[in-house]
């Protein structure tokens, strides 16, 4: 199937604003790109004006780019179309856990706490409520559908300042929160995961009335891959976009900015769209004359 995704931000800043951004495809997906992914940088109070604009990879291997926004503010936008198999989430119920011992060392990270993963406060919780469960994919399935059940979901609940230990509290939140709390349970558990945010449109599923938004989910390692999961939807999905990965959504950060700035304009789409079929090659004689007798 083919995804048509894109966004469009506008900030508002009163002087320059050096920004990194978050928000291309990820380099795993770019193979499925019908054309390179590019954004389109053009300054609010000056769109004919020149914005430089440098890319290079983070330790996570996503793909950030470096913007210093002009005085006035700066619109980020950008459009494209991927391919995608239109299969749900992998399923893998026999996949094992891998002890910490054997697990390669660029895995070992996404085991430790991190800035909006308490592993520390939640070690206790964790193991009281899922210590019973059979390891592997049925343990990290039994913290995806706790999450999913412990906290309420809504877009008025959000806040950049929560953390796992306080959503687990509070029992609120938004998808960024929803993935925080299993990524910080299952690595209480001995379980190694990351944080992912990226495209997730309806497809397959009845649409969202709400407007279309980035989505937060995580990946576990198991059986000597990684896996997706999901708390907030907690059900295999088709379509999923990775644009980043990395410990938690500071890693993950779609747009870091180093001054104030006001967002004036925010709107993402990802949906699916039809296949234009193939142009027919016209018969000529020569064309004709090529094809090997039947």
């Known amino acids: 199937m083919l995804i048509r995704y894109g966004y469009r931000i506008e900030l508002v800043c009163a002087q320059d604003l050096p920004l990194i951004t978050l928000l291309d495809v990820h380099p795993s997906r770019r193979h499925d790109l019908t054309s390179p992914d590019e954004m389109r940088v053009t300054g609010l109070m000056d769109p004919g004006r020149q914005i430089a604009v440098s890319q290079h990879l983070d330790g996570f291997g996503n793909i950030c780019r470096r913007i210093v926004a002009p005085a006035g503010g700066v619109r980020l936008e950008s459009e494209g179309v991927i391919h995608d198999s239109g299969e749900p989430d992998r399923q893998s119920p026999d996949a094992a856990e891998v002890p910490p011992s054997r697990l390669p060392d660029d895995v070992l990270p996404f085991l430790l706490g991190s800035r909006y993963c308490e592993t520390d406060k939640l070690s206790g919780q ?92 995580f990946e576990v390692y198991l059986g000597g891959r990684w896996h997706t999961f999901d708390a907030r939807h907690n059900e295999a999905r088709i379509g999923r976009v990775v644009i980043c990965r990395g410990r938690d959504a500071t890693d993950a950060a779609m747009i870091s900015s180093f001054g104030t700035h006001t967002l004036q304009h925010f ?28």
């Open 126 to 217: 964790a193991w009281s409520l899922f210590g019973g469960t059979t390891p592997g994919w049925s343990r990290v399935q039994a913290i995806v559908d706790f999450v999913h059940n412990h906290l309420t979901f809504g877009y008025h609940f959000a806040r950049s300042t929560r953390t796992a230990a306080e959503a687990f509290e509070e029992r609120v939140g938004v998808c960024r929160d929803f993935a925080h709390l299993a990524v910080a349970l299952c690595r209480c558990m001995n379980i190694p995961a990351r944080y992912c945010n990226g495209y997730l449109g309806d497809i397959g599923v009845p649409r969202d009335p709400a407007p279309m938004d980035f989505n937060a989910w």
């Open 267 to 294: 709107e993402v789409m990802t949906e699916e769209i039809e296949e234009e079929p193939l142009p027919l090659m016209p018969v000529t004689r020569a064309s004709f004359l090529a094809r090997p007798s039947l």
